[in-house]
């Protein structure tokens, strides 16, 4: 192919970044306003930095704790998502199981629900169906992790099926025939290729689990909530407490990116096919 | 060919949490939709009355104007974005240093709740106060009011919604991407196809699955989608920006006509189910007559 100067591709991207930053930028601006220069005429820059806001979000334990939920509950929910639904997209790909086409296109019906309604069901579930004598599902991370594979799971599992199709079934063939077990193939010939794939659901997944918002509103008090849930505690009717939303939400910009720039290490072109022929 | 009990058993953890969690409570909207509940009214009774939730929304002219109005939403943002997803993942496909950086740049809006999207927007859009309306009447002289003009606020909500979820068509394309083989394409230059040809003919079919499920997933979520723009337009102005899950949203809280909202969501749902099962095998099989020759 025809190669370009890179830098017009750079260029490209920063104009690029300006549009998408633009939002995030102006969530920054809100977080350092005090709450009556938000409604003033607006200008582009700030002259005066207001940190207030941060020091009461970093101060406050409560949110410190929801934080924290939130990471445990995104990072084992993805986990878990992303594992079950590489095994998942094993079996429908690579094995002849009747019915399997079917099986596959309900497990995306179940991200299709509008979450209004289906709430009471989940309250109801989590509240008198899964407890235990004093214990209940209700508020607890691990109910917040199974919860969210209702609508990562089959995210997961659509958006690997292609990857794990894609490669071709004679290399695990091949490996079969050199006497590895279903498990080396799947660790050692599909694992690596799939890394890609693997580390985009990853990603989205948590993402998916770390935004949610509604779910966790319900069925979570204190125990399992989420920093999503504790920051919309500031957006009511009645008014929104702008500072305070704007810099709890430039705080959750900050786990998400670590996490982000770690995985995304992963998202580079796997072997070549050819290659691996060999 | 190798014993199929094993592929059950990686299938079965999928099959029992979908189960639990995706039949038991649809099973419960369902008998709830064939009822007359309001668990907050006179009556806190359910009380079963037939099919009339089902009778009574086929002449809801708001439920049926929110179920037009979202999937004009949901096929202009869920089109622009796949494009424009594709684009951009075409782009980082390319070497040019930075690459990793403008990657993690462009990834951020999806790690922004959708509820802080709204709010965001919506403090950026307000007449008088939001820089945005500020910017266009000091530069251009054009006056963008959402309050006022359906059309203006029909077009936020989707340029909104293409801002937050193109990057996720961008990743799930850029692995699709990454993972073809290298030989197809390196033959078609040695042939002489151009570039027209080479998208066409070979980059399109074997990245057709990633771009169905990319679609599916987006189609979806367009079609659910409550929080943003909720935030931004509360569904107005008029019922211009009332979508689907916004109306049973408002039929389920403040009237908590719990019947009622049940029946729409079923009707939603099957709708939707209907919909991408059309879809789904509108395309797949005609990549499946495709592969005959």
Known sequence: MPSRNPLIYVALWVLLSLLTLFPIYWLFVISVKPAVDLFTTPSLFLDTIYWKNYVNVIGNATLRGYMLNSIIISSCNALLVTTLAFLACYALSRYDLPGKENIFFWTITNRMAPAAVFLLPFFLLFTQVFTFGDWKLYDTKIGMILLYCTFNLPFAIWTLRPTIDGIPKELDEAATVDGASTWQVISEVIFPLARPGLAVTLILTWVFAWNEFLLAATLTSFNARTITTGLSEYVTTTGTEWGAMASIAVITLIPALIIFSVVQRHIVAGLTFGAVKE | ?293
């Not at chain 2, 951020?108 to 859009?125: C, Q, Y």
Request: aromatic share 14%; net charge positive.
């Open chain 2, 1 to 293: 060919m190798r014993s199929n009990t094993v592929g059950w058993l990686m299938l079965a953890p999928t099959i029992a949490i979908l189960g639990i969690f995706g039949i038991l409570p649809f099973i419960y909207v369902l008998y709830v939709a064939f009822h007359q509940w309001n668990p907050f009214g006179a009556s806190p009774d359910m009380i079963y009355n037939g099919a009339n939730n089902f009778r009574r929304l086929v002449f809801d002219a708001e439920f049926l104007s929110s179920i037009a109005v979202t999937m004009k939403f949901a096929f202009f943002a869920v089109a622009s974005e796949v494009a424009l997803g594709y684009l951009l993942a075409q782009l980082f496909m390319k070497e040019f240093p930075g690459r990793g950086f403008f990657r993690t740049i462009h990834t951020l809006p999806l790690i922004v709740a959708p509820i802080v999207v709204g709010s965001v927007w919506r403090l950026m859009t307000t007449p008088s106060i939001g820089i945005i309306p500020h910017l266009l009447k000091s530069w251009f002289g054009y006056d963008l009011n959402i309050g006022r003009d359906p059309t203006t606020a029909f077009a936020l909500t989707v340029v909104m919604d293409i801002w937050h979820w193109t990057p996720l068509v961008t990743l799930t394309l850029l692995a699709a991407l990454l993972a073809l083989p290298k030989e197809p394409f390196e033959q078609a230059q040695i042939d002489g196809a151009n570039r027209w040809q080479i998208f066409w003919h070979i980059t399109l079919p074997m990245i057709r699955p990633a771009i169905l499920a990319t679609v599916f997933i987006r189609l979806m979520d367009a079609l659910r989608t409550v929080d943003e723009v909720w935030m931004l337009t509360s569904g107005g102005p008029g019922a211009a920006t009332r979508y689907v899950g916004l109306h049973i949203w408002k039929v389920v809280f403040p009237k908590t006509d719990y019947g009622y909202g049940a029946a729409i969501s079923v009707i939603v749902l099957y709708l939707t189910l209907v919909m991408c099962w059309i879809l789904y095998v509108a395309l797949v099989a005609r990549r499946e007559r495709k592969r005959t020759f």
